[in-house]
């Protein structure tokens, strides 16, 4: 028998037909038994475009109601759905296409000129998700496609930040696993319950994490057509939201509002930050509102979130990012495969029913991050005497200066202490002495200087570990559409560091 990933909002469509099942920017309420109608008649004008089992649909576009059903419609049909970012360059978003090859794209006006450049001399054709407004009160009866639990359902590309970008296939397996893993560790993570989802539709993070996992559970997701502070501050008061998952910045914009001190907040259940270390003045800004922030830890590849720190270990623990969930286990590891001891720094390895079957037509890439049924995450963690798992850096992150291995954000930590400093990105720099030394790109208020940071550092850190180079900007640093610093464009825009004398 055909099992999809949609069945979830089947099933609700019938037990709780009125129960909301996205609300959009605020006041468009769509409930499970409209949503199910909706995305039965998307399934259906994709296949009258020729579309069926199998096959890849491309989606483009900023958030909006038609770019989920466009995209259940697809799941529906037994196609695999692929989410291109649409921050992305014509010719990043060529290479998407290439390596996807979708039979159709799908793409909103504001985003329709880039997509066209991109296509430029292939034969393939666009459509518009415009479209799909007009179907929102029909309703058609969709076939069983002969799809398997097997077959990809979505493909969701890496953000390329140190390699051209991998495709992650999830499965309809792989996806109805990582939901149930969670719904077992998680009891927030329940019919009826509020969720918010305030980042861009294109990543791991949407689709699979905060469409298709509340819909298949029964929850109200509350969708926002993009990030605004006050607005998602205000959302989360006024709409009660119990379920709020982000990146470090989220938090940081809204902890920063004047009515932040005043928010009521009693209604959040659970409250997860991953993405990139949560700077300590965030967490200890939204705790003494009640609210512990939870970190959690995952990738692309594990299916957006892998674990997740206890809510009795967010107060003792903040930096943990917990033990593992039910079903899936997590590994610190040394080069040679064995584990290693408490405190020990080792590359993190997770084995679990929801990671991904691998990548894309790579088989080269799958072999090396799938080994022996567990995924070579790339990064560097720490364990402690009871399990609990700390995350220091990425291995490719890891600056190697003069023999030491130092870790971004260790140093990252120690900058964030310095008053008039926002934010802060430390990359490697060239050294003609020891080969490679830290530098730290610094988006402050200009009430600090390059020396202050460096004092403050000495202060706090062996002295391999300062800085060698401050550069000071007043304009944001840059990031990606997932709301992480994007490190790898943030040293390709500082070439000087390459060939810039190291002074202290």
Not at 77 to 88: I, K, S, T, W
Not at 299 to 325: C, D, F, K, V, W
Request: proline share 7%.
């Amino acid at each position: 028998m055909t099992v999809l990933v949609t069945d979830g909002l089947r099933h609700w469509a019938r037990e709780a037909p009125d129960r909301p099942a996205i609300v959009f920017d605020g006041d468009d309420v769509v409930t499970y038994r409209a949503l199910d109608r909706w995305t039965d008649a998307a399934a259906g004008f994709l296949a009258a475009c020729g579309l069926g089992a199998g096959e890849r649909i491309g989606i483009i576009g900023a958030n909006s109601l038609e770019w989920c059903v466009a995209a259940i419609g697809a799941l529906k049909l037994g196609a695999a759905v692929v989410p291109y970012n649409n921050r992305f360059t014509p010719a990043e978003l060529r290479y998407l296409v290439d390596d996807s090859e979708p039979r159709l794209v799908l793409t909103d006006e504001a985003h329709r000129d880039r997509m066209s450049s991109a296509l430029t001399g292939s034969p393939l054709e666009l459509g518009g998700l415009g479209e799909f407004t007009a179907l929102r009160d029909l309703e058609e009866a969709v076939l069983r496609p002969s799809s398997t639990w097997d077959d990809p359902a979505v493909i969701v590309y890496t953000s390329g930040t140190t390699s051209k970008p991998k495709g992650v296939i999830f499965s309809h397996r792989s996806m109805f696993n990582f939901i149930a893993d969670f719904a077992l560790a998680e009891p927030a993570l329940r019919p009826e319950a509020r969720m918010i989802y305030l980042l861009s539709m294109s990543g791991a993070p949407g689709l699979p994490w905060h469409v298709l996992h509340p819909l298949t559970r029964g929850a109200s997701l509350f969708y926002e057509r993009g990030f605004d502070a006050p607005t998602a501050l205000r959302r989360v008061t006024q709409e009660r939201i119990q379920i709020l998952c982000g990146v470090p910045v989220l938090f940081e914009q809204m902890a920063a509002l004047p009515e932040f001190a005043q928010a009521d907040l009693s209604s959040l259940e659970l409250v997860t930050i991953a993405g990139a270390r949560a700077p300590v003045p965030t967490i200890k800004a939204w705790l003494a509102k009640g609210v512990p922030l939870r970190q959690a830890y995952g990738m692309t590849e594990l299916g957006g979130i892998s674990t997740l720190n206890p809510p009795e270990q967010a107060l003792t623990r903040p930096e943990s990012i917990g033990r593992g969930t039910v079903l899936t286990r997590h590994r610190v590891v040394r080069p040679d495969g064995s584990d290693c001891d408490p405190g020990e720094p080792g590359e993190i390895i997770v084995s679990g029913p929801g990671m991904t079957p691998g990548y894309w037509r790579n088989d080269k890439a799958t072999a090396e991050a799938l080994r022996e049924g567990w995924f070579h995450s790339g990064d560097v963690g720490i364990k402690d005497d009871e399990g609990y798992i700390r995350v220091v850096d990425r291995l490719k992150d890891i600056i190697i200066t003069g023999g030491y291995n130092v870790a971004p954000s260790e140093i990252e930590a120690v900058v964030d202490e310095v008053p008039g400093v926002l934010e802060v990105c430390v990359i490697s720099a060239d050294d003609p002495k020891f080969g490679e030394t830290p530098a730290a790109i610094v988006h402050s208020d200009g009430s600090v200087t390059a020396e202050q940071i460096q004092a403050h550092c000495r202060a706090r850190l062996a002295g391999y570990k300062v800085p060698r180079h401050v550069v000071l900007q007043d304009a944001p640093l840059e990031r990606m559409a997932s709301g992480k610093i994007a490190r790898r464009r943030i040293r390709d825009a500082h070439p000087e560091l390459t060939s810039k004398p190291a002074t202290v």
